[in-house]
Antibody, heavy 117, light 108 residues
Framework: EVQLVESGGGLVQPGGSLRLSCAASGFTFGSYWMTWLRQAPGKGPEWVATIKQGGNERDYVDSVKGRFTVSRDNAKNSLFLQMNSLRAEDTAMYYC??????????WGPGTLVTVSS | EIVLTQSPGTLSLSPGEGATLSCRASQSVSSNYLAWYQHKPGQAPRLLISGASSRATGIPDRFSGSGSGTDFSLTISRLEPEDFAVYYCQQYGSSPETFGQGTKLEIK
């Protein structure tokens, strides 16, 4: 059974940093692109970042470029999102998901990030 | 980027009834790369449909997707109690992938 479980969310002040993790199981993690998405209160989901199998190719939504870094450890079946210079508008539930030809076939339950003073 | 508009915002129906949810794109979705997801509070979103009409693994056949170009629909033929949730469409034909704002399907 495919499982994705996020962790690392919390309350952080504007300008602060957080590192999110996603533990994957039930599939060959290193064979798939992986993605972070987020959902702000009252809005639809938003794609944030994708990383390809080897970890060398990454893509980001414009609003987080230069502030967020996606990475992965295939030996530990883990996905990460380092978030720096956080802003109030980054407040959202963050999800990791398995990327399947552009759609997302498995998601985790999410971890909440709140940016507030 | 492609903007997806879902309608209605909320749909109130009873178990056993049929439901049709709409997703309209601001420009044509390449190769009908359109997906639908179901999301219940506190749970992981669930992929229902990809490629506009292909059901994902384990999805009951009461869920069906249709449409092309800019107009897409998700139909649930006979609502079960567990179908009441929020539904999102997503296009992946153009970068960045984008989602609609959702349709809440609630029990009448």
């Amino acid at each position: 059974e495919v499982q994705l479980v996020e962790s690392g969310g919390g309350l952080v002040q504007p300008g602060g940093s957080l590192r999110l993790s996603c533990a994957a199981s039930g599939f060959t993690f290193g064979s798939y692109w992986m993605t972070w998405l987020r959902q702000a209160p009252g809005k639809g989901p938003e794609w944030v970042a994708t990383i390809k199998q080897g970890g060398n190719e990454r893509d980001y939504v414009d609003s987080v470029k230069g502030r967020f870094t996606v990475s992965r450890d295939n030996a530990k079946n883990s996905l990460f999102l380092q978030m720096n210079s956080l802003r109030a508008e980054d407040t959202a539930m963050y999800y990791c998901a398995r990327h399947m030809w552009g759609s997302f076939d498995y998601w985790g339950p999410g971890t909440l990030v709140t940016v507030s003073s | 980027e492609i903007v997806l508009t879902q309608s209605p915002g909320t749909l109130s129906l009873s178990p056993g009834e049929g439901a049709t949810l709409s997703c309209r794109a601001s420009q044509s979705v390449s190769s009908n790369y359109l997906a639908w997801y179901q999301h219940k509070p506190g749970q992981a979103p669930r992929l229902l449909i990809s490629g506009a009409s292909s059901r994902a693994t384990g999805i009951p056949d009461r869920f069906s997707g249709s449409g092309s170009g800019t107009d897409f629909s998700l139909t649930i033929s006979r609502l079960e109690p567990e179908d009441f949730a929020v539904y999102y469409c997503q296009q992946y034909g153009s970068s960045p992938e984008t989602f609609g704002q959702g349709t809440k399907l609630e029990i009448k």
